[in-house]
């Protein structure tokens, strides 16, 4: 028993964790984690694995020695699959801290793994090492052309509990397959956007915001008075294109004294907006949650209506499915219709994108849906940069079976993409002349929404005055919104 231990504490112990050392000094250099951790262990365990099987075969001083090796293969397999049931498939749980626990041999790849997000490392740092010392043990017995005798029962013991253990994890990742869908992120905004705003930015002297043909007949000259504008990412084009025409040498306004246009997205810019760092919001109407948070903070929302957009749900130009009705998108995103044939399209899963909450989109979901509980939401596996994995709803991809929603602007015009369909709902188009006479029947307001009692009113009052005027509304037509109708 006691050649067992050492030989198992030697090898199995001792060995990897000097190569994870190793490792981990490569991969603090190297991008790619993975690729720069298991080349070291595959052939630290061919080596080792040939070299140690040799001297057993010559000696012969381990009974089972082919059942010894693949012990330490079917522990890591049951640890692994083990720790996949209890956080679902989840590399970003803290469970994980005590996996590596259990497997401390290989805890300065795990420390990695854990740091840059690279949770395939919990079952592939020790698999490498394992499997490549098994197969430089088959090359040292073809080398010596002798097979060790062994219990062929516990052999076939071994190798059940590493192809359970192993069917069990494979099954937890397939199911999370299902819901949770690998990330691309956001890169632009500071995170924040999927889109690049900067063509929209009153900072960038090649901007395309849309100029008006005559002079601004609102202006504010001095810095102190600007208010401060944020918003959401389908809103910015509309805020900035504002800020331009009536901040007056708004790019020495930016030298001197640092934005007045800035971009938070919808959550964080709502939050910035009831803390005072924000004067007006643009975007959609506020969620209950958002408008609870401002009943908390003791303020009143004004919400001024300054353009016309359209909610609308979009899928893959392949799709068979041009219209949908609305107790056709309540039974989509309840998770009654699941198949595209019940809609008359073709027999495949309907995959259903939502957006995060508190969202203006995803808003605007639960407002159609009224009292209707809505399914949860698809995931993704996010790696949050030094801090590891993170978990949230998933953006859009546009697969064949999918469907998703978004504002017609922002699907059509900031983020135009020709590989989607707008779908018509109650077989009414999302098109202008639909939009404007409110016939389309998630017909959206945009809105400019401020606290009441703000300390630049004095400035704020007149600009939504202007925004709602011929020259706001020529902003907002030439931009891609909907202008507001005369009553």
């Not at 080596?47 to 059942?67: A, M, P, W």
């Not at 007006?280 to 009143?300: L, N, R, T, V, W």
């Not at 989109?361 to 030094?386: A, C, F, N, R, W």
């Not at 999302?430 to 404007?436: G, K, R």
Request: hydrophobic share 45%.
């Amino acid at each position: 028993m006691g050649k067992i231990v050492k030989f198992l504490l030697l090898y199995f112990g001792i060995v990897p964790l000097i190569f994870s050392f190793f490792a981990f000094a490569i991969m603090t250099v190297f991008d790619n984690t993975l690729l720069a951790a298991l080349p070291g262990l595959i052939v630290a365990g061919c080596l080792t694995g040939f070299l140690v099987s040799r001297k057993h075969l010559k000696q012969e001083n381990l009974k089972d020695y082919i059942v010894l090796v693949l012990i330490p293969l079917a522990y890591t397999a049951f640890l692994w699959a083990l720790f996949m049931l209890i956080t679902k498939g989840f590399y970003g749980a803290d469970a994980w801290l005590f996996y590596s626990i259990f497997h401390l041999v290989y805890a300065p790849n795990y420390f990695i793994a854990m740091l840059m997000g690279e949770g395939r490392l919990f079952l592939g740092a020790p698999i490498a090492y394992e499997l490549s010392f098994i197969f430089g043990a088959a090359l040292a017995i073809i080398k010596e052309r002798k097979l060790p005798d062994f219990n062929k029962k516990r052999f076939l013991s071994v190798i059940m509990i590493f192809m359970l253990a192993i069917g069990t994890g494979a099954a937890v990742q397939w199911h999370r397959s299902k819901t949770v869908l690998p990330s691309y992120g956001f890169e632009y905004g500071g995170g924040y956007s999927s889109t690049d705003l900067y063509p929209y930015d009153v900072n960038n002297p090649d901007n395309i915001l849309p100029k008006l043909k005559t002079a601004s007949t609102f202006t504010i000259k001095n810095q102190s008075e600007m208010p401060i504008l944020d918003g959401a990412e389908a809103a910015f084009p509309v805020y900035s294109a504002f800020a331009n025409a009536a901040y007056e040498n708004i790019e020495k306004v930016y030298q001197e004294y640092g934005e007045v246009v800035t971009f938070t997205n919808t959550i964080y810019a709502y939050e910035r907006l009831l803390q005072g760092d924000v004067d007006i919001y643009f975007g959609a109407e506020p969620s209950k949650e958002q408008q609870q948070m401002a009943k908390e903070a003791g303020k009143e929302l004004v919400m001024t209506p300054i353009g016309k957009e359209a909610f609308v749900f979009f899928v893959n130009p392949d799709n068979k499915v041009d219209s949908l009705a609305v107790s056709e998108i309540k039974g989509i995103y309840t998770g009654k219709i699941k198949n595209w044939s019940k809609l008359g399209g073709e027999d495949e899963k309907i995959i259903a994108f939502q957006r995060p909450k508190n969202s203006g989109s995803q808003t605007l979901l639960e407002k159609i849906m009224g009292g209707t509980p809505i399914m949860k939401p698809l995931k993704e596996d996010v790696p949050e940069g030094m801090g590891g994995i993170i978990e949230q709803v998933a953006d859009y991809r546009n697969y064949d079976n999918s469907i998703g929603f978004s504002f017609r602007f922002y699907a059509t015009g900031m983020k135009a993409n020709t590989d989607i369909k707008l779908l018509a709902i109650n077989g009414i188009e999302p098109n202008p002349e639909n939009i404007a006479s409110g016939k389309y029947p998630f017909t959206a307001s945009l809105y400019a929404i401020t606290v009441k009692d703000n300390k630049k009113m004095q400035s704020i009052q007149p600009f939504l005055e202007w925004m709602q005027g011929p020259q706001g509304q020529e902003i907002v037509e030439e931009i891609g919104y909907i202008k507001l109708t005369k009553n």
